[in-house]
């Protein structure tokens, strides 16, 4: 019978010989349910933080006042027009607080690339959108024909489409998670390996691989700590490595003594 549940893990996962001695004993399958809980809360919570965080960008003072330079835009029959005088620029503040050039529109055909605007990174003629690489290249222009549909947006129309993309992010950073897990589910199946290795096989790999799934949760829940606080670690995906390994060889010395080793993978 188990000792220890699923919520308990995040936290006994660090530091209970006890715990791990109840997994290997009492639980059954590959852990990797409990590891996928533990991400998708996890995950969970990282992908409403990075909404939140791009919201609060949309409503700070310098992405405002961007937007709200913009003019208002109709696209008709794939050629543009604007409700300002061409050429209009649209400036933004730099790091050293001076204003430089973002975006141009010119619908008057005068303008044929955003090098003839000093410090400009891209052109929007009545035709096409042209983007600079950097200081030497431009990308491919884009023709406004491409869009195959007509558009009228105003500076206010443009924060909402903005607004709408920070839920899209949301959810497909959330779906993100899935391939996250699955990609620890493939470490946990080579560390239950290296678990075979470092118990001389007295356990069985269902036993090695499910205390491997329970020892990648530190790492796991250290690695969500960062994300959620904005804090970077240098080389920290190559140091969950040896965290992992750590936690795996913390878990099979707590076995004492040897499980039964003819449990299957479930």
Known sequence: MKQFSLLQTPVMAFFSREFYRDVAKNWSGTGFATMFIVLLVLWSAISIRGYFVMNQGLESKDVNDLINQLPTMDLRDGKLSIDKPSPYTIYAKNADGNQTAILTFDTTGNTKSPDEIQGCKALATETELIVKKDE????PPMAWSGLQKDIHATPTDVKSALKSCSLVFLGLFWAFGLIVFVGHMLLALFYGLIGMVMDRNKLGYATCLRIAAIAMIPSIVLSSILSLSGAAVPFWGLITIPISLGYLYFG???ID????????IT
Do not use: R
Request: charged content about 15%; glycine content about 0%.
């Open 136 to 139: 030497n290249d431009t990308t």
């Open 257 to 264: 003594p040897p499980v039964v080793t003819t449990e299957p």
């Open 252 to 254: 099979l010395a707590a």
